[in-house]
Every structure is written in C-alpha cells, then in structure tokens.
C-alpha cells in the first residue's frame, strides 16, 4: 500500500500521538502518454504517466485496490460472472503477463487466458491483432489494473483496435458488445465535431449495456464519445485519505486551465431525459467521477513502453473504476439506460462540492463543483454499488 494512505491524522487517531510532520515532497509532475489527436476523426487517450518522483519498485506509489475500494466502499471480491471489455488502440504485446504481475502483487485472483478469464482479440474478434504501440500499452495497463482492482472476480476482455481513429475504436466497442461484454470501458476521446452524431448512432448506441467514456484531461470543454447520450461520462476527482468518518476526502479534479477533469455542454448530441441541469439544452459531462488526479494517481506495472511499477492518472482510471463498480451492482436490463441509474439515485453517490477554478464559465457549473451536478464530477463518486442499480 502506498505512504500517502497512512496520514499524520490516522496516526495520532491510532497511537494517541502527535506524528512528526512528514519530510516536504517535490511535487510530481507527469506526462500525457499518448499525443495529441493527428486528426479530427482521430481519438487520444487520456492516461497520464508520473514521471517524477520516479515510482517505487514494489508499487507503492499509487494506490493499490484496497484503498480504492475502501474509498468508494466497494466488496472486496466482487465481478463474478460479469464480463468487463477494455477498448483501446493498438496492441500491448505484454498485456496478459503485466496483468498477471498486478494482480499477484495485490493478491488478487488470477486471471489468465488459460483459465478463460482473460481474453485479447484484435477488432474484428479475431486473432490479427494490430502492431504494437508503447503510448497506448500504458493505456492498456492501467485499465485492465483498475478493472481488476474494482471486480477481480470479473472476466476481461481486451479489444485492440487497427489504430487510434475513431471509426476503429468504434468498430471495437462493437465488437466488445458482441462477443457479451455488458461493462466497456473507454478510456479515449477526440475533439467534437460533425460526425459526431454519425459515430454515436454507429458504435455507441447499445442499450443494457454500460459504456464508461473518460472526459477528457484537458478541463473545461468536451470530448467524444463522452459527450455521447448513450455513453456513462465519467469526470474526475482528487481523492486523499483524512480523519472524516470515511476516512476519505475528494475534490473535483484540475490542475491548471488546460488540465483537469472535462466538462461542458455539448454542442452537437441531445440530452437525455434523465439530465436536467438548466444551463445546458444538449448533453452535459459528465455523469458521475472516480480518481483522476495523477498527484493522488495509482499504481500500474508496465513492462512495454515501462520497466516497472508507475502511478498513473487521468479520467483513463476513473472510466474503468467506474465500468467495473456497475460491473458489481449486477446485469443492467437488455432495454435500459445505464447512464440514467445513478440520476434515480444521487444519494448513493458521494457528493464532491468543491475543488479549484483556473476558468470561468457561464453557467458556473459547468466548470466548478459544488453541492448536486456539476460538470467536473457528475452527482458523485461511488459510495458501495447502490447508484449502478436499475431502479
């Protein structure tokens, strides 16, 4: 587990003495792992690599599973029976042997293609999976750890798209949806633009099925396919422990004004029935949010395109946390809306009301959280699996 979670307030609650204060820390800084977008038709991911302090050895330096279920209140043995699909571009040669790392150092059970727990196929679900990329093994990496932090007992399907272009990923996710995935996991996003209702009406439009789409890690602003009506947006937060009765804080994710959880209004896609925030006529992001903040990131073992255990952040591990944390709360029905459950049910969430400001937008929700919506963090993150109910 790593340092951060054991905090000077736990320790005088535990030992009823004043702790030391703790040595000042550089603060970290972090790189995107993929480029920007070559093109309008063409996605980026959203993972975002810790690149100083370098990250320890054995990976404590982010956190591990049981902190992210203890902050969320989740099971600890939860998925069995769901499968879970990761959607991402390119292959990750070294996929399966990097998750099995992960998943021994946690303890977690194992999850092999021998075992018919994991299985990796290119975008056709076939077997001529795409040339390796080490931007997007990063990617990769981190959403299969954060799915198997948050459902360990689920099955894993890995989809490779041809290439980052949108109408490959898209193809992908399919893809995914055939082969019986009913949790996808999205981790990537583009630009909006005009063939964005072209897209959503093609690749995402699946119901009783849970799309889990990043919003983005530029702030203010949206991206697709999170943008989509038909797509779980998913912001991000700041998650540090502390002495409340959760024993957990979280504020909305930014760091600068071009950096940070995305948010909006769409400028092109519907709103759902269910939304009904007043400043926006089309879809808002994001729904609901999960950790994000590379400074309070989590722990990934990557062997290609890495050499070891990193932190990484970015809405890349909010979407999984929360494709999976659906994955716990039980099959959706084959004709619902997953992305309307937890708007029957914002109690069940934990309410993130406050969090930096580096843009002003109009209405000021959009941009800035607060008690209720707000753009950066949705309702909330999870507290247990209640709100990934149908009603």
Not at 22 to 31: E, G, I, N, S
Not at 54 to 65: E, N, R, S, T, W
Not at 189 to 216: C, K, L, W
Request: aromatic content about 8%.
């Amino acid at each position: 587990m790593r340092t951060l979670a054991l905090t000077a307030a736990l320790l005088t609650a535990l030992t009823g003495l004043t702790a030391a204060p703790a040595p000042a820390r550089a603060a970290p800084r972090w790189v995107r792992t993929c480029t920007a977008p070559v093109g309008a038709d063409t996605a980026t991911c959203d993972a975002l690599r810790v690149v100083k302090p370098v990250a320890a050895a054995d990976g404590d330096a982010g956190y591990g599973p049981a902190e992210l279920r203890a902050a969320y209140g989740l099971p600890a043995d939860g998925g069995e029976g769901a499968t879970i699909a990761v959607v991402d571009a390119y292959d990750h040669p070294r996929a399966e042997a990097d998750l099995d790392v992960y998943r021994r150092h946690y303890g977690l059970p194992a999850c092999t293609s021998d075992t018919g727990c994991f299985r990796k196929t290119d975008q056709r679900g076939g077997t001529r999976l795409p040339r390796g990329n080490t931007a997007w093994a990063g990617e990769t990496a981190l959403d299969l750890a954060m799915v198997s932090a948050i459902a360990p007992r689920a099955r894993i399907l890995l989809v490779e798209a041809d290439s980052a272009a949108v109408g490959n990923l898209g193809a992908a996710v399919n893809t995914a949806v055939a082969l019986g995935a009913r949790y996808v996991s999205i981790s990537w996003g583009t630009t909006e633009n005009a063939n964005a209702a072209d897209y959503d009406s093609r690749y995402f439009d699946h119901p009783g099925v849970v799309i889990a789409a990043a919003s983005g890690d530029s702030g203010y602003g949206v991206n697709f396919p999170a943008s989509s009506p038909h797509t779980v947006a998913v912001g991000g937060t700041t998650l540090r422990p502390d002495g409340s009765a959760r024993g957990w804080s979280e504020t909305a994710w930014t760091t600068g004004p071009d950096e940070g959880a995305g948010s909006g209004c769409s400028g092109r896609l519907p709103k759902p029935a269910w939304q009904t925030d007043p400043g926006c006529d089309y879809r808002t992001v994001a729904d609901v949010a999960a950790v994000a903040d590379p400074a309070t990131g989590v722990a990934v073992y990557q062997s290609y395109g890495g050499n070891g255990w990193y932190t990484y952040g970015g809405t890349s591990a909010a979407a999984p946390v929360i494709a999976a944390a659906y994955a716990l709360a039980g099959p959706p029905p084959a004709d619902s809306r997953p992305a309307s459950f937890p708007y029957r049910h914002p109690a069940a969430l934990h309410d993130v009301t406050t969090g930096p400001t580096p843009v002003d937008c109009t209405p000021a929700y959009l941009c800035t959280a607060g008690p209720g919506y707000d753009g950066p963090t949705g309702l909330g993150t999870p507290n247990g699996v209640a709100a990934f109910r149908a009603p």
